[in-house]
């Protein structure tokens, strides 16, 4: 679908303070590993992962998110009671009710009349946020409106950490596990407006989403675990993602390896960029890659890596970018911008 009265206006992010190695991961399940034989340096050799970043244990996920929503509102140079919209998209939640948005709307003290819920969309959840914030100005029904997302997975990486350490672990529960200890938490706001009241410039022209929800069992989480089918998730999340670019291709203007300056990608791991890379026909340097330092960040990989491409230079002005994620579900979104 084209949109064509939607602009990004600010984008936020905040990391972690505590910084862990892979390797202090496998230190903390070093005897499991030799008993089933798995080398060390496993995380990072499957992975390409040396590290990722956590908060202070009882973060919350609305309280991660105010941090960078408060930055995007200071970097838009807004007055916060002109968003018309608030969507919280992180994977994790504050309770079960009410909405972890809810929390975050407090916060800010936002007008009454500020629309805000939850979206869940797994690792998608923003891309997601984005394209119900952008409904909502291209109908009229808004003005400003906000994304945000804050996850911290310390507790599901240390419950991970606590299940791998016991003495009865097999193979196939190392194998059931192994993706959580690839999660990294962070924190993202994004602020949207119509196009005619923004000095960012920074256009959003479209975008496509396809499902595959025939692959529902591939990642199942909790909030102290999660079981993921990696080499799954690899064959279908790519095979999702080539039918979405196809698609892409036939509605999106411009919407070619030659025609995009730079990819913000969802980032699982080195393996899963590769593939991506390949079966898409991307030119791997034009993909902005951080999973190497923030690890698997769910929801928020895609804006981060977007911003972190706009400071490093990666993205300039008036460059024509493409935002790829996929979430599990499957679900698989594609969005075009115009920086």
Same mark, same amino acid.
């Given at each position: 679908m084209l949109l064509h009265d939607v602009a990004i206006e600010a984008i936020a992010y905040e990391l972690p303070p505590h910084c862990v190695t892979s390797a202090e991961l496998e230190d903390r399940i070093a005897p499991t590993m030799e008993r089933l034989g798995v080398p060390r340096g496993r995380i990072e050799e499957l992975t390409g992962i040396r590290e990722r970043r956590h908060w202070d244990a009882g973060v919350t996920p609305s309280a991660a998110g105010t941090r960078a929503a408060r930055a995007a509102i200071e970097q838009a140079g807004i007055d916060p009671r002109e968003l018309g919209c608030l969507i919280n998209a992180s994977i994790g939640r504050d309770y079960i009710e009410p !909405?972890?948005?809810?929390?975050? *709307?407090?916060? #800010?003290?936002l007008a009454p009349t500020c629309i805000n819920y939850d979206v869940s969309n797994a690792c998608l959840g923003f891309i997601t946020g984005i394209i119900n914030i952008g409904l909502m100005i291209e109908v009229g029904l808004i003005r400003y409106g906000m994304v945000v997302s804050g996850d911290n997975f310390r507790e599901g990486v240390e419950a991970t950490v606590k299940c791998l350490s016991g003495p009865d672990v097999d193979m196939q529960t190392f194998r059931d596990n192994f993706a959580s200890l690839t999660l990294g938490s962070s924190a993202v706001a994004a602020i949207l407006c119509h196009k005619d009241l923004s000095r960012s410039g920074h256009r959003?022209?479209?975008?496509? +989403?396809? !499902? !595959? +929800?025939? *692959?529902?069992?591939?990642?199942v989480a909790q909030s102290h675990y999660m079981r993921a089918d990696?080499?799954? %998730? #690899? +064959?279908?999340?790519? !095979? #999702? $993602?080539?039918?979405a670019w196809d698609k892409a291709e036939t509605e999106l203007p411009g919407w070619s390896d030659s025609e995009i300056a730079q990819y913000a990608p969802h980032q699982v791991g080195s393996r899963h960029c590769a593939?991506? $890379?390949?079966? #898409?026909?991307? +030119?791997?340097?034009?993909?902005? %890659?951080n999973f190497m330092t923030l690890g698997n960040i769910g929801s928020a990989a895609v804006t981060v890596s977007l911003a972190q491409a706009v400071e490093t230079g990666n993205?300039?002005?008036?460059? *024509?970018?493409?935002l790829i994620g996929v979430g599990s579900g499957l679900n698989c979104s594609l969005m075009s911008i115009n920086w």
């Open positions: !909405a972890t948005s809810c929390f975050v *709307h407090g916060a #800010l003290k959003v022209n479209g975008f496509v +989403t396809m !499902a !595959a +929800t025939e *692959h529902n069992q591939l990642c990696p080499s799954g %998730l #690899l +064959t279908h999340g790519v !095979a #999702l $993602a080539k039918a593939a991506f $890379a390949q079966v #898409l026909s991307l +030119t791997p340097s034009k993909m902005f %890659l993205v300039k002005r008036g460059d *024509h970018v493409g």
